[in-house]
Structures are given as structure tokens and as C-alpha cells.
């Protein structure tokens, strides 16, 4: 920090003038308008699903679900209740538009770098340096909050883990450092061994108030994300070096205090404990071990100073990748340990710097040391507000190197930093526009990173681009054979392009990698039952519910098995306990529509499942079906029309509709409608049938002739068929013109 001979203040001019606090959190709120507006509608990516889009407990504030977040498979939101919270909020809000809680993380990053702001202003004046304390505050924060590192704790929505947790851990240190001058009232400058005596003397219902919120605030921390473990033992050294003057002293005049605060880590042990080490992802005994992680770290701590200072080359998902053997690392473990040791003796002779260098390394640890992380070796988002106390360290050594310099060069230098980081950042979010674009950037800066390449599949995929999916997954598992969740999205590729034989080969790949693959399992039964092997598929539906009491979807493909069989009453009963347990399902209404056949219950069913998801198509084409039963051949063909929209390549619509038009006698229409049922599904036997049906009509033999020669080698016993097909030879015969 630094230094410069006590003065008193300036005495202000006459007349009004706007606060610099003021002016400073309106230049804040601006800049991060200006830069982390630009990527509000970018989508949800990665962990966002199973944190947000997939976690039942954020749809209601109250019963308080959000208390007991998911976390079985590793959920961000695992064992971090506040995080979790914030998420409900968010939901109450604006529900599921990622433009909600995207602006809820600018939110959280722009009050954090204003608490950052007010933080380093007050250690200013408390170290003796009021000199430009407020424009390097202000510079400091303009600079932390422009950063392009910060886009990994800011865009990707599900680490507001990390910039949440940052605003609370500055919180705790500012309302400590208001709580001490408090005591004071009027003497913020006193000397530090009167400190005490000051304290004794004035009243302490302002400074318990504030030594309160941080207490709160240090609680708030804990249940948010684990890096808070660390900030009683900051708060203690900043009380050390800015106020107290020694650790005896502060602990002789906060000692209450500080019970207090060390009592939080009891909040942060219980829920580390209740969590089962986040899924299995983190801490002792997961596939990487201490030493090994321990190593790893070496080389992310220099590759996060590197990018503090050149953010260039910047990395979405740095995969599970680990160093071997120390002497890979050699050099910059010993960098490390000199940074350690360089701490160490700043803590002992220029406390101010010490501290900074402490919290760099203290914030870092629960991530960054020994503990390990098995599904991020290393992140950028970890260095959220480690990075502050880069950037403090920094504009301290440039402010003392320009000290003898016109006080607009370092202001110029101040604010040409900011230009550039703050453009940087808005490149670097550009990236996150799409999910496509921020995998693709990954992939090319990570090529080793299997994890990336299933990611870029899977973006792909939703884009309708299989085939390249298909080879980024192929990719995934050149890079881990064991790769099951590129396994199950081949098998569900495989399964889109109906090639059921390939998709139980992908599936079945997928268990051998992780027997308890849920979505596998049901999967595969899907897979089974298309190649007619009811009994294999049932068996896979009931092996996913042994190991998931609660996979609904597996108990609903299982209940519309038992219909597909003739067994309703089983399949309806089934269907009924699925409905009870989850009442939002769709497809267990649509399929409970199916077992009560051509019913005014049925209807109900149909339509209240397309009330729960208008865009459920085969809901669609069964309302169309059963309206088509009933004579109303135009709500039939509306919701024929619809479920087309909705999904084109659904080739039993494509079939309905021709009936339809059969029915008719719109045979044109109907051939156009059954042709491209078959392009879609070639096996699909009746769709050819009742095409040759119309062809006969139509005078069009020998393609009639053709057709029902196709259904007779697949259907051989069909005698309707056989009968057609010998009246259309026979009319071919009295008629050898006819096409």
C-alpha cells in the first residue's frame, strides 16, 4: 500500500458538491452497463442446466425448498444454500430468462466492486495515506471491474457462486473496518496505539451494529460458496496491520468479536459435512489425488498471475487435466514458494503488503492447494477476488513510481487501463453469445479437453448439426474411451435417425462406462422397444428405477409399454402414481391419454399436456387421432397441421394427415402426405400400404403393384394386401396403358 505522511484534510469550498462516493458508484453502475450489458441474452451453458434450469428447489420461495439444494451429481448450487437462494429470486423474477440472471450477476459484480471501492478507500486513510485515496479506490475497483478474467465469475451465470460469495467477503471486511471507526467518532486517524483507549471512551452501539453485519455478512459467505473459510483470518490480519497495530492488540480489543466470527466456520463445516463432498467432485479421496492436485496448482497460480496482467488466451473449461511428476512443474513450484515466502516476511515488516499478499494466497486455498477439485483442475473464476489484491498491489507500485511525476500521468495511465480491459471484456463475451462459438473457442485453445469436445457436440446438436456432433463425440472418446456421456449422445443421435440396432450398441457402451447412467437406461429401453424386444426394454426401465426411485420417465416409458402390450389397466394405474408424484410431467398425461383410448378422459389428458408443454408434438398428433375418430376432421387436421410445425420429421403425422386427406378424397394431397411418412420411416408398413391404397385409386398400378409387393415380404399372411395386390394386376392386365 502506499505511504505518505498524515494531513489534514483540505477544507472543502463553500456551497454544495456531490459527494466522491456518489460519483464514483455512478461511474461504477456505468461502466458495468456499458461493458457486461452487451451479453445479458447469452445462453445458459455447462452447469447452468443442472443448477438452474434443472433444480426443482428455485421454483418457490416459499415452502423455502432453496434450503436444500441438489447436489448428488457435483450441482454447483450443492451444499450452498444463500447461492441457491439467489437463484429462487432470480426465479421469482423473471423465471427462466437467462436475461434475469444474467443482469442479477452484473448486479452482484458492480455493488461488489463498490464495496471494493469504500474498502480501499478506508484501508488508505488508516495506513496514513489520504493522499488520492479516493481516485485510486476508484481506479482500483474500475479496474477489477472491467477485468476480462471476471467473465468466468460474471457471464457464466452458475459462478455467481464465486462473485456472490467475493461481494459478501468484502462486505465483511468493509462493515469491520466501519464497525472500528465507529468507535472512534472523529478521530479515523488516531494513532494506532490509542486506538484501544479511543475505543473505551465512545460509544459502541454504532461499531456493534456494524461488527454485526459483517458477522451476518461472513455467515452470508459461508453458506455461499467455501472460498469464505478464509475471511475470519483476514479480517484478523487487516485489523492487525490497519488498526490494532499487532494481533495481541486487536485480539485484546475485538476478542468477542472475533469468537463470533470464527463461529461461522461451524455454519461452513455442516455444510461441507451434509453435502458428501459436493457429489463426490471435490475433496480427499476422489481420482486425483493431494499431491498430484498440489502439483497442478504450481502451474495454475502462475497461469492466473500471467492472465491478471495479459489477459490473453483466456479458457472457458480447462478440462481434468493434471501434472505427472514434480519435475514438470519445477520452476513454477519454486516461484510459488518464493511468492509464500515473500509474504511471510511482508507480514512481518510491511504488514499493509503482507496482508494483500495473504489474501491472495488464503482466498485461493480451499480451490488452489491441497483439497482436491476433480472436475476443474483449474478455473479462471477462482481468481475473482484474488485478482483485487493483484490489482491493489499494482496501482500501488505504479502510484509510487509516478509519485514524483504530474499527477495526470498516472491518472492517463489509470485510464487507459481501463479502456483496454473493459474492451477486452466485451471481446471476451462475445464469445459467450453462443454455445456453439464459446466451445468452439475452447476447443481450439483446449484440444486435449474431451469434456469440450462432448460440449461443442452437444451445442451442435441442438442445432440440428448431427453429424458434426456426432464427430466431436467421436472425438471426446478418442480422448477418453470411457467417455459415457459422448457414448449416450451418439446412442441418442443414433435414435433420432431411427437406427435403433446403433443406438443400443451406443447405449449399452454408455452402461459399461457408468452402470448407473439413468438416462441411459431409458434410453436403451426406447431403443429396445422400437426393435421389438418389449421384455429387454421393460427390464432396462425397471434396472433405471431400482437405482433412481424417482426417474418418473422411466416409470412412464414403463407404464406405456404395458399399454402398447394391451395391459391399460396396468399401464393407466402405473401412469396415475407418476402423475401423483409429478404433476407437471406432459408426457405421463399424454401417455395416460393414450391408455383411456377414444374417452372425453382422454381429451383431457391430451390437452392437459399440451398445457404443460404446448410444444409436445405426438400429444398433438394423438388429440388429432382421436378428433379424426370422432368425425371433427377439422380439429383433426389443425392439430395434424400443428404437430408438423412443432416437428416435422414425425412421420406417424405425416401418416394421420394422409388418412385424412384419403378420407377425402383429397388423394393428391394424401400420396404427397404417405410419400413422405415413408421418406422418414422406410419401415414404416402401413404408410406404404395405405399409399399403394391410394395409388390404386388413382389409376397409378404399377406403383401400387410395387408397394403392396414391399408390404406383403414384410406382412406375408396379410390377406387384405394379397387381395389388393391381385385386383391391381388384374386391372393392370384390362388396362396395359395404365401407369
Request: aromatic letters at 8%; charged letters at 20%; one cysteine or more.
Amino acid at each position: 500500500m502506499p505511504s505518505a505522511p498524515d494531513r489534514k484534510p483540505a477544507s472543502s469550498p463553500r456551497g454544495w458538491r456531490v459527494p466522491f462516493a456518489l460519483v464514483a458508484a455512478g461511474l461504477v453502475a456505468a461502466a458495468a452497463a456499458l461493458v457486461w450489458g452487451s451479453v445479458l441474452a447469452a445462453p445458459f451453458v455447462l452447469d447452468d442446466a443442472s443448477s438452474i434450469g434443472d433444480n426443482a428447489t428455485i421454483r418457490r420461495l416459499w415452502p423455502p425448498d432453496w434450503l436444500n439444494p441438489p447436489g448428488s451429481v457435483g450441482e454447483t448450487v450443492g451444499g450452498r444454500p444463500v447461492l441457491n437462494l439467489s437463484f429462487a429470486l432470480n426465479h421469482a423474477v423473471s423465471g427462466t430468462d437467462v436475461r434475469g440472471y444474467r443482469a442479477g450477476n452484473v448486479l452482484i459484480h458492480a455493488l461488489a466492486a463498490l464495496t471494493l471501492f469504500g474498502l480501499v478507500r478506508r484501508m488508505l486513510r488508516l495506513s496514513g495515506s489520504p493522499d488520492r485515496a479516493e481516485s485510486f479506490a476508484l481506479a482500483v475497483a474500475l479496474l477489477w471491474l472491467l477485468h476480462p478474467l471476471q467473465t468466468a465469475a460474471v457471464t457464466y451465470v452458475v459462478q455467481r457462486a464465486e462473485s456472490l460469495c467475493g461481494l459478501f467477503y468484502l462486505l465483511t471486511l468493509y462493515t469491520f473496518l466501519r464497525g472500528v471507526e465507529a468507535c472512534w467518532s472523529g478521530a479515523p486517524r488516531a494513532p494506532k496505539e490509542a486506538r484501544s483507549a479511543v475505543t473505551d471512551r465512545r460509544s459502541r452501539g454504532s461499531a456493534r451494529a456494524w461488527l454485526t453485519r459483517s458477522v451476518v455478512t461472513c455467515t452470508l459467505g459461508m453458506g455461499t460458496k467455501e472460498v469464505m473459510a478464509s475471511a475470519p483470518l483476514v479480517v484478523f490480519l487487516c485489523d492487525r496491520a490497519f488498526v490494532a497495530g499487532s494481533f495481541a492488540a486487536a485480539w485484546r480489543a475485538r476478542r468477542g468479536y472475533y469468537l463470533t466470527l470464527a463461529a461461522t466456520w461451524l455454519v461452513l463445516g455442516f455444510l461441507v459435512l451434509a453435502n458428501a463432498r459436493r457429489g463426490g467432485s471435490a475433496g480427499f479421496g476422489t481420482e486425483i489425488g493431494a499431491w498430484t492436485y498440489a502439483l497442478t496448482q504450481c502451474r495454475a497460480l502462475l497461469l492466473y498471475v500471467k492472465l491478471a496482467f495479459w489477459p490473453a488466451g483466456q479458457v472457458f473449461d480447462y478440462g481434468t487435466a493434471t501434472v505427472g511428476t514434480f519435475g514438470e512443474v519445477g520452476w513454477q513450484a519454486a516461484v510459488v514458494c518464493l511468492g509464500l515466502a515473500a509474504t511471510v516476511w511482508a507480514l512481518v515488516k510491511k504488514p499493509a503488503l503482507g496482508t494483500l499478499g495473504a489474501a491472495f494466497f488464503l482466498i485461493l486455498a480451499p480451490s488452489s492447494s491441497l483439497v482436491p477439485v476433480a472436475t476443474q483442475t483449474m478455473a479462471e473464476h477462482r481468481l475473482y477476488l484474488p485478482l483485487a489484491a493483484v490489482i491493489v498491489l499494482t496501482a500501488a507500485a505504479v502510484q509510487a513510481a509516478t509519485r514524483r511525476l504530474p499527477r495526470w500521468v498516472p491518472v492517463m495511465i489509470a485510464a487507459g487501463a481501463i479502456v483496454v480491459l473493459g474492451a477486452a471484456t466485451r471481446a471476451r463475451n462475445a464469445v459467450y453469445r453462443s454455445e456453439i462459438s464459446l466451445w468452439q473457442d475452447t476447443v481450439a485453445k483446449r484440444p486435449d479437453n474431451p469434456r469440450a469436445h462432448h460440449n461443442l457436440g452437444l451445442a451442435l446438436f441442438k442445432e440440428g448439426r448431427s453429424d458434426e456432433a456426432a464427430v466431436e463425440f467421436r472425438r471426446a472418446l478418442g480422448l477418453q474411451p470411457n467417455h459415457a456421456f459422448a457414448r449416450f449422445q451418439l446412442g441418442v443421435i443414433h435414435l433420432t435417425q431411427r437406427q435403433w440396432a446403433d443406438a443400443v450398441a451406443e447405449l449399452q457402451l454408455a452402461l459399461a462406462a457408468d452402470p448407473h447412467f439413468t438416462a441411459a437406461r431409458i434410453n436403451l429401453g426406447q431403443a429396445l422397444t422400437q426393435l421389438g424386444r418389449p421384455d429387454d426394454a421393460a427390464a432396462q426401465y425397471r434396472a433405471a428405477l431400482a437405482g433412481d426411485p424417482g426417474a418418473q420417465d422411466a416409470r412412464t416409458n414403463l407404464a406405456a409399454l404395458l399399454v402398447a402390450q394391451g395391459r391399460a389397466a396396468e399401464g393407466e394405474a402405473l401412469l396415475r402414481e407418476v402423475i401423483a408424484a409429478a404433476p407437471d410431467l406432459a408426457e405421463a398425461r399424454y401417455h395416460l391419454g393414450l391408455a383411456l383410448g377414444r374417452t372425453p378422459e382422454a381429451e383431457a389428458a391430451f390437452r392437459e399436456a399440451l398445457r404443460l408443454k404446448p410444444d409436445l408434438a405426438t400429444a398433438r398428433l394423438a388429440l388429432g387421432n382421436l378428433l379424426a375418430a370422432r368425425g371433427d376432421l377439422r380439429g383433426a387436421e389443425e392439430s395434424y397441421r400443428e404437430a408438423l410445425r412443432q416437428d416435422p420429421s414425425l412421420a406417424e403425422a405425416h401418416y394421420a394427415r394422409g388418412n385424412l386427406f384419403a378420407k377425402q378424397q383429397h388423394f393428391d394431397e394424401a400420396l404427397a402426405s404417405y410419400q413422405e411418412a415413408l421418406r422418414l420411416d422406410p419401415s414404416h408398413v402401413q404408410a406404404r400400404n395405405n399409399l399403394a391404397n391410394s395409388q390404386l385409386v388413382t389409376g397409378r398400378l404399377d406403383e401400387a403393384i410395387v408397394n403392396y409387393e414391399t408390404v406383403l415380404r414384410q406382412r406375408p399372411g396379410d390377406a387384405t394386401v394379397r387381395r389388393n395386390l391381385e385386383l391391381a394386376r388384374e386391372m393392370k392386365q384390362a388396362r396395359p396403358d395404365a401407369r
